[in-house]
């Protein structure tokens, strides 16, 4: 398993932006295909949302609807660090966001894709 440590998270008026970067322990990171996840309150681990996915050479790329246009997934194989840039946060976005690592290369927005979690990271949107 690939271990993963998720920063960036905060409190944040609506309108504004966060960065997440999620640091993955692993030599073969470029074999990992990336994810992120928020759980919103009252949710269970099996329905937390993929919001964006990334593949090995981020020539793929998904994103939910929900955020599409307003967040950006990003990676840096060469320090083993996946990032995503969250814009014009909305109070809905509200939730713990995590950073996933699939076995493969190829992007999936599945939540049972992915082999290894990070602990998470709090955000937090005020209207």
């Known amino acids: 398993q690939v271990q993963l440590v998720e920063s960036g998270g905060g409190l944040v008026q609506a309108g504004n932006s966060l960065r997440l970067s999620c640091a993955a322990s692993t030599r073969t990171f470029r074999n990992n295909a990336m994810g992120w996840f928020r759980q919103a309150p009252g949710k269970e681990r099996e329905e937390r949302e993929c919001?964006?996915?990334?593949?090995?050479?981020?020539?793929?790329?998904y994103y939910a609807d929900s955020v599409n246009g307003r967040f950006t997934i990003s990676r840096d194989n060469a320090k083993n660090t996946v990032y995503l840039q969250m814009n014009n946060l909305k109070p809905e976005d509200t939730a713990v966001y995590y950073c996933?690592?699939?076995?493969?290369?190829?992007?999936?927005?599945?939540?049972?894709?992915?082999?290894?979690w990070g602990q998470g990271t709090q955000v937090t949107v005020s209207s």
């Open positions: 919001v964006a996915a990334i593949s090995w050479n981020s020539a793929n790329i």
């Open positions: 996933a690592a699939r076995d493969t290369s190829v992007v999936s927005p599945r939540v049972y894709d992915y082999a290894s």
